[in-house]
C-alpha cells in the first residue's frame, strides 16, 4: 500500500462509541502506518437532516478528540473538518451533473432513510454525490468502508469513470477496504451500533457507565434459565467478545456457554472488564487533549492548510478540463 491515499470520514456525533471504534477507527489507526490517510469529520454531511446547529461545533471537537484518542497521530496522518474546505460542496455540485438521479435513488441507504419521511430532503438523496466529491477531491485510492457503505463506493467509481471518459483521464477509480469487523449488532441484538439508538457504549465512557450497558446487552434468546445450554454462534455478547478477549478464554466462554457453565451476567461482566481494559488509554490520551483545547484545534487548522493546497489543486485541474478557470483568458484572447 506504499504510495496509497486513503480516504475517510465520519460524522460528527461527539464522542466515538463502540462501532465507530471496532468498524473504523481501528482500521484507520492501522493504516496510518501503511498509507498517506486523509481522515475527514464531515460536518456537512451531519446537516442532511435535522441537527442543533449550537451543538455541532462542540460535537467536532469532541469527534477529534475521540480520533486523537483511539490512536490516530497527527504526525503520521492528516485529520481535519470537511467545511475547512469548501471546495467539498463545488466538487459535489459538479459531480451532480454526471451522476443520474436514478442511481441516486437506488441506493439502499437512501430508501432506507427516505421510507415514511413525507418530504424527503435533497440532501438526502445527494448525499453519495457529496462522498464521492470527499473521495475524489483527495484524488484517494483506497476507501476503508462498512458493508453498509460499498455501494455508495461503487457509484463513486461509476462516477469517477463517467466524468473521465467526458473531460479526460484523471480520477482515480477507488478501492475499497471492507472493515474485518463485519456488521456489528448494536448491544439490542438488533440493529446498528449508534448513539441515537442507545444500543452502545461510547469509547470514552467510565468503566461503571460500561458495565451499566454491557449488562443490558441481548443474549441466546433461546437461553432462558442459567441451567439452559447456549448458543455462542448466535449471541451478540459473544460476537463482541472476539475483539476484547484472548484466543484462550474465548475458546473457554464458548465451551462453558455450551454446557451451561457459564451465566449470562458473569459473560457478559468478563466483555465489560475487556472493554474498560482496551478503552483505558484511550480514556486518559482524551482526558489530555480535553485539557488542551487549542491544541486540537492547531491540529485540525493544520490538516485544513493541507488539504485545501490538495483540494486547491484538484479544482485547478477540475475547472480547467471543464472549460470553467479559464473563460476569461480564452474569450479575451479571442478581443
Ligand atoms: Fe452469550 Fe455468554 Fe450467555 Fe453464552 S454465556 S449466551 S456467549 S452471554
Same mark, same amino acid.
Given at each position: 500500500m506504499s504510495g496509497a491515499r486513503v480516504f475517510s470520514g465520519m460524522q460528527p456525533t461527539g464522542e466515538a462509541h463502540l462501532g465507530n471504534y471496532l468498524g473504523a477507527l481501528r482500521q484507520w489507526v492501522r493504516l496510518q502506518d501503511e498509507a498517506d490517510c486523509i481522515y475527514c469529520i464531515v460536518d456537512y454531511h451531519a446537516i442532511t437532516l435535522e441537527y442543533e446547529p449550537a451543538r455541532l461545533p462542540e460535537r467536532v471537537l469532541d469527534l477529534a478528540v475521540s480520533f486523537l484518542a483511539a490512536g490516530l497521530n497527527p504526525d503520521r496522518c492528516t485529520i481535519f473538518v470537511q467545511s475547512d474546505v469548501p471546495e467539498h460542496t463545488e466538487l459535489a455540485w459538479i459531480l451532480n451533473t454526471v451522476a443520474s438521479v436514478g442511481e441516486l435513488e437506488r441506493m439502499t441507504q437512501y430508501k432506507d432513510k427516505s421510507a415514511?419521511?413525507?418530504?424527503?430532503?435533497?440532501?438526502?438523496? +445527494?448525499?453519495?454525490? *457529496? !462522498?464521492?466529491?470527499?473521495? *475524489?477531491?483527495?484524488?484517494? @485510492?483506497?476507501?476503508?468502508?462498512? $458493508?453498509? =457503505?460499498? =455501494?455508495? *463506493?461503487?457509484?463513486?467509481?461509476?462516477?469517477?469513470?463517467?466524468?473521465?471518459?467526458?473531460?479526460?483521464?484523471?480520477?482515480? $477509480?477507488? !478501492?475499497?477496504?471492507?472493515?474485518?469487523? #463485519?456488521?456489528?449488532?448494536? *448491544? @439490542? #441484538? =438488533?440493529?446498528?451500533?449508534?448513539?441515537?439508538?442507545?444500543?452502545?457504549? #461510547?469509547?470514552? @465512557?467510565?468503566?461503571?457507565?460500561?458495565?451499566?450497558?454491557?449488562?443490558?446487552?441481548?443474549?441466546?434468546? !433461546?437461553?432462558?434459565?442459567?441451567?439452559?445450554? #447456549?448458543?455462542? $454462534?448466535?449471541? +451478540?455478547?459473544?460476537?463482541?467478545?472476539?475483539?476484547?478477549?484472548?484466543?484462550?478464554?474465548?475458546?473457554?466462554?464458548?465451551? =462453558?456457554c455450551r454446557a451451561a457453565e457459564i451465566g449470562c451476567v458473569d459473560c457478559k461482566r468478563l466483555l465489560s472488564e475487556g472493554i474498560v481494559r482496551a478503552f483505558e488509554p484511550m480514556r486518559e490520551r482524551a482526558a489530555e487533549y480535553r485539557a488542551q483545547p487549542a491544541r486540537v484545534r492547531e491540529i485540525l487548522g493544520d490538516g485544513a492548510a493541507r488539504c485545501r493546497a490538495l483540494a486547491q489543486e484538484t479544482m485547478r485541474e477540475v475547472r480547467e478540463r471543464m472549460g470553467l478557470r479559464s473563460w476569461r483568458e480564452r474569450t479575451a484572447a479571442g478581443g
Open positions: 415514511g419521511m413525507e418530504s424527503v430532503p435533497a440532501g438526502v438523496l +445527494n448525499y453519495p454525490i *457529496l !462522498q464521492a466529491a470527499d473521495i *475524489l477531491l483527495y484524488r484517494a @485510492d483506497r476507501v476503508p468502508v462498512g $458493508e453498509d =457503505q460499498a =455501494q455508495h *463506493l461503487e457509484l463513486t467509481r461509476e462516477i469517477a469513470r463517467r466524468w473521465n471518459r467526458r473531460f479526460g483521464e484523471f480520477f482515480p $477509480e477507488p !478501492q475499497a477496504l471492507i472493515s474485518d469487523a #463485519g456488521r456489528i449488532r448494536g *448491544l @439490542d #441484538g =438488533q440493529a446498528k451500533m449508534s448513539k441515537s439508538r442507545g444500543n452502545t457504549v #461510547g469509547m470514552l @465512557d467510565e468503566p461503571a457507565e460500561i458495565w451499566a450497558r454491557v449488562r443490558t446487552a441481548v443474549t441466546d434468546p !433461546q437461553r432462558v434459565r442459567r441451567s439452559d445450554p #447456549g448458543r455462542p $454462534e448466535v449471541c +451478540n455478547v459473544f460476537a463482541l467478545h472476539r475483539f476484547f478477549t484472548a484466543a484462550e478464554p474465548l475458546a473457554t466462554i464458548e465451551r =462453558q
